[in-house]
């Protein structure tokens, strides 16, 4: 167990976690943290950066404590586990505002979850903003995004506001904050992948856009400088690595997945399930126009080249299934909605569309809620239980219908990663429902493995692309096995449940 390894961290959503991987991309030891999630209104999602900060360096102490000890347990006379760099992923659009001079944080951080900025998104597209958004960016004019979070800030927000006037206001997503935080403000940088969903980065020219700046009344805001993925970000002082570790690999989450599921190639094509899941699709070296409903994106930068990706976004996946839990308590256990709905054949005609903040790819639908269709006095938990399970593959194969829909070669077979890959009956239906391969990877930290594979490949602990591809990757393959026309009848039903929710919007 000892030797060189890469230190990486996955700081999502929920929670962070840190885990050492070690020269053949095993992990040998890992760490969470769980944050808060802050509700103050409908709508609004925050995050304290301060409390993600601590988490940070507290997993990472964690995780490499625990390396040490297993390696001594294993072999009491080998040499300690070495980490060669520190790697970083990272919840995506969620952005921190701080005061340049004083780095202390303006206000929490605006969680992509977050939907505040819809009304400046209407008012941008009602004065024609939206075809330059898109044709600048690749995006869609969509609170989703960055950069209508800080507009908001900077609109309702006295500090935020007096830090731009006054010429100290930065911003930037949470790669840039921790970076910023852990080299005690020497490095203010972010990475191609990052930059590429703000809403504020021309993906052609790759540099910031001072004309989308000064549409969304950003002008004079201090913005990180933009990465290669394998560049020099800095170097960190993590307490347990006994060193300085230079900060190498620094991805978006989604972007980092696709990396570790060595998807370097045009064509490959992979699904993230989290909070919510990002679908994505490499189309090589040149940006290309999306199809509908489905947005352009760096995939990464590697020796300075960018790659890039179609994408399509999904709002609520894993944390549907975490509503059915912690708010209704229709189960106890994720284990235990696979097994309800699994004494079901079907879900009984039931259907959860979950909008709990509008509906994604390749809808763009914000001003609609969550609903629950086809009940009967037969439905009981077990078919609420299956019908959150089933809209997560629904939702999937919108996307990947949208992607077809705009491609020469449809998928041949999609790679999945995230914690609800481990349950077998939702793979096997989403692989129905697509009517394709879905492959499953043993692990499920795919996103931390990215990261460090970008770093470890920096950092020179593997020579190449070729060299990651020898590392061992088992995985699990679901072949489509339902009858079309059984599939067509259920994709009928989830259309039509979508169809009810967006006829019913709120203002």
Known sequence: MGGPCVLAVDQSTQSTKAFVFDAQGRTVAKASKPHRQIYPQAGYVEHDPEEIFANFL????????????????????????????LSMTNQRETVVAWDIETGEPLHNALVWQDTRGTPICRELESSGAG????????????????????????????????????????????????????????????????????????????????????IFGLSGLHL?????????????????????????????????????HRGWRQGDAKATFGTGSSLMSNIGPAPLEPPEGIVLSLAW????????????????????????????????????????????PDSGGVYIVPAFSGLGAPYWEQNIRACITGLSHGSDKRHLAR????????????????????????????????????????????????????????????????????GGLASGLWAGLPALEALPADATTYLPSMER???????????????????????
């Open 301 to 344: 930068g590697l020796k300075g080249a960018p790659s890039y990706v179609f994408e399509g976004n999904i709002h609520s996946t894993g944390y549907t299934l975490a509503w059915l839990k912690d708010k209704l308590g229709i189960f106890g256990s994720e284990e235990e909605a696979e097994r309800l709905a699994s004494e079901l």
């Open 224 to 260: 990180p400088r933009v990465l290669s993925s394998d560049a020099d970000f800095g170097t960190a002082r993590i307490l347990g690595a006994g060193k300085d570790l230079p900060i190498r690999g620094v991805m978006g989450d989604s972007h980092a997945a696709l990396f570790g």
């Open 58 to 85: 507290e997993t990472c102490t964690l995780a490499l404590d625990q390396a040490h000890m297993e390696a001594r347990v294993e072999a009491p006379q080998a040499f300690p586990p070495d980490p060669i760099c």
């Open 387 to 454: 019908a959150g399970i089933e809209s997560i593959a629904y939702q999937i194969m919108d996307l990947v219908r949208a992607l077809d829909a705009g491609s020469k070669s449809p998928l041949a077979f999609l790679h999945v990663d995230g914690g609800p890959t481990r349950n077998a009956l939702l793979m096997q239906f989403l692989a129905d429902m697509l009517g394709i391969p879905v492959i499953a990877p043993s692990r499920d930290e795919l996103s931390a493995m990215g990261s460090a594979l970008m």
């Open 131 to 214: 075809a330059l958004v898109r044709e600048r960016t690749g995006l869609l004019l969509d609170p989703y995004f960055s950069a209508s979070k800080l507009a908001w800030l900077v609109r309702n927000s006295p500090r935020v506001a007096h830090a731009l006037s006054s010429g100290r206001l930065a911003a930037g997503t949470v790669d840039s904050w921790i970076i910023w935080r852990l080299t005690g403000g020497k490095s203010f940088v972010t990475d191609y992948s990052n930059a590429s969903r703000t809403m504020l980065f021309d993906l052609r020219r790759l540099e910031w856009d001072e004309e989308l700046l000064e």
């Open 485 to 507: 026309s059984a599939r067509d009848r259920l994709a009928e039903g989830w259309r039509s449940a979508v169809a009810q929710a967006i006829s019913r919007k709120v203002q």
